[in-house]
């Protein structure tokens, strides 16, 4: 079987550390879907390493990892990821797997990215410009490079030609910058990424299953910013549900066994778009710094919010969630009162629906509260050692979701990972 974790909320769950935890159990650890905006945060010999486009169980002895045809990659960041990997005494290269159907991020890629953000003005849609949308329209336009391409003699010639096209396209928009710089290193990383062992990833994995290998599906981002079922229009490009597994590796969904679902204690998002419960005063504020909340990958300060059950309980449902894991539960150590929303007041009705298209005008967040904790939750080690109000408010997040809490974090070292059941 293939069982599946990933992010229940707009990313930035911590599923770096989740993943880097449970690699141990696994023989195979693969990326099904995402690029370069991904920001997957671990701590090797207590240094942060931030991946973005290689799996996370890379600093694992014995385990491979798969970068599977869902994923878009960009050379640039892959051989400083690969560089960065190397600089902590690991060999990446007899690691690492790619899929021969994943799609390459051109330089011109991230020029239409920032050229689109720029057009679209106040309705902008925060994105990291990493050139993941623009990439995932080529790739469903069927004018896509793939990691295949690469190896043929004429992947320069097809380079050129969807270059020529993007130039023509960036011409029209009224974009002058100078394609050149954005095209610095290029080349050189495309060799790089032609030394890591190129597959054909679907056989390689439903072998693999069937020959009893464990294999554990990363997922990128989170549920809230699917592609469709997030909140759209400010999502992402790609599937990022557990059914994203199947088409992002090749994989049939009768295969597929666990879902580990990741949420925080709180809510986060960066960028534009619908966040029902953020805070604006001086509780948000608290959140950011206690959380250290600013993006892994663009540096950007994320907005806070108390948890939101109702958008929790719509990603548990879509995912089919079978493990729930919350996150920085510590950074609630220094709350009196602890407020989850459990339903929204729409046109006068109240509804525990997430809806179709978020207004914050139009939609008003319903609260629970709940007791702090007292004590440094960080510094609990087993079942026994957790406050009985954290334990309270466990109970309640897993009756309102009908979906037990198999883990909790308490930090951000290795070790801080409390297994309930």
Known sequence: MIDVLLGLQWGDEGKGKIVDYLAKDYDIIARFQGGPNAGHTLYVKDKKVVLHTI??????????????????????????????????????VSKILVSDRAHIILPTHRALDKANEIAKGKNKIGSTLKGIGPTYMDKTGRNGIRVG????????????????????????????????????????????????KVIK???????????????????????MLD????????????????????????????????VFGITKAYCTRVGGGPFPTELFDETGEKLRKLGSEFGATTGRPRRCGWLDLVALNYSCMINGVTDLII???????????????????????????????YQPEECEPVYEEHAGWEGNL?????????????VAYQKSIESYLDVKVSFVSNGVGREQLIQLG
Do not use: W
Request: net charge negative; glycine share 8%.
């Open 149 to 196: 391409d690469v190896h043929k003699d004429d992947f320069v010639e097809r380079y050129n030609r969807l270059k020529e096209k993007h130039s023509k396209l960036l011409s029209q928009m009224g974009f002058d910058e100078d394609l050149a710089t954005y095209e610095e290193g290029f080349f050189e990383a495309v060799e790089v990424l032609k030394t890591l």
């Open 227 to 258: 592609i469709d079922f997030g909140t759209y229009p400010f999502v992402t490009s790609s599937n990022t549900i557990s059914a994203g597994l199947c088409n992002g590796l090749g994989v049939p969904p009768t295969k597929v066994g666990k």
């Open 327 to 357: 996150t920085k539960t510590d950074i609630m150590d220094e709350f009196e009162t602890i407020k989850v929303a459990t339903s929204y007041i729409v046109d006068g009705g109240e509804t525990q629906e997430f809806p179709f298209e």
């Open 378 to 390: 960080s510094e609990c080690k087993t079942i026994a050692d957790l406050p009985k109000n954290f």
């Open 201 to 223: 990833a679907e056989y390689y994995l439903n072998k693999a299953i069937d020959a009893g290998k464990k294999v554990l599906a990363e997922g990128a981002q989170g549920m």
């Open 55 to 92: 799996p996370s169980g890379v600093f694992h002895d014995d385990i491979i990892n798969v970068i599977g045809n869902g994923v878009v990659i960009d050379p640039i960041t892959l051989k400083k990821e690969l560089e960065t990997i190397n600089s902590h005494g690991v060999d990446p």
